[in-house]
């Protein structure tokens, strides 16, 4: 493979790792209040967290180009303190967070929902803070649905496309992630072995995370079934 290709994976990389690490403790906190919460718009968070699902990924990539491009008001303001996400691997990173958010949320939400409640509640009653049941109880037993929620936002910010290429453009060396690299190679003449070679890593990069969540989520269960029993 050529330096441009090497130069899309890695980047892809990248951006898909910090994507999942940046949105995971938000991920985690919005997870927990739809699971355990019950106030006042909790059905219209719901609905927000997963309306990148459903919108298309273009109109995504469109209102973050409004909201945080160097011209928006927000945007220029963030570019006082030397944040930029326009045309930048960190919008792109953006993108991809935003993306695999709801997919990040409904692992996490699923396995903390698994969670004995009274287990909670005894810990509750032996004087432990709700913050100290919190790391001392949930957390540790939805760990793994926690993982397999970062695998999969992960996986979703390796394939993202429509947002990304909308708020960060296809700049090589700085916004070209794996998907706008096969299109910039499909796009030119005698690119199409390049591209095949990139949608043949993009599958198995997609097929390793895929497995890795589905390996999490049966451990999920696993000790669950376990902790039922006992």
Do not use: C
């Amino acid at each position: 493979m050529g330096p441009e290709e090497w130069q899309a994976i890695a980047l892809s990389l990248k951006v898909a790792f910090w994507a999942a690490l940046a949105s995971l403790p938000f991920g985690i906190f919005i997870a927990y209040a739809l699971a355990r919460w019950d106030f006042p718009g909790r059905q219209l968070l719901n609905g927000l967290v997963h309306l990148p699902l459903v919108l298309p990924p273009v109109v995504t990539g469109y209102l973050l180009l409004m909201t945080l491009g160097t011209r928006a008001p927000l945007g220029a303001f963030l570019e006082n303190f030397g944040i930029v996400f326009s045309f930048r691997w960190t919008g792109a990173a953006l993108a991809a967070a935003i993306m695999g958010f709801p997919l990040m949320v409904r692992a996490i939400r699923l396995s903390i929902e698994a969670v004995d409640g009274r287990l909670e509640e005894a810990a509750s009653t032996l004087g432990a803070s709700p913050l100290r049941v919190f790391f001392r109880v949930t957390l540790p037993l939805s760990w793994p649905g926690i993982l397999a929620g970062a695998v999969l936002a992960f996986a979703k910010a390796l394939g993202e496309f429509g947002a990304t290429i909308t708020f960060v453009s296809n700049i090589p060396g700085q916004t070209r992630t794996l998907p706008s690299a096969i299109y910039a190679f499909l796009q030119v003449p005698g690119g199409e072995s390049a591209a095949l070679r990139l949608v043949l890593i993009s599958i198995a990069l997609a097929m390793a995370a895929l497995i890795l969540s589905e390996v999490l989520a049966r451990r999920v269960s696993k000790r669950l079934s376990e902790g039922g029993r006992s």
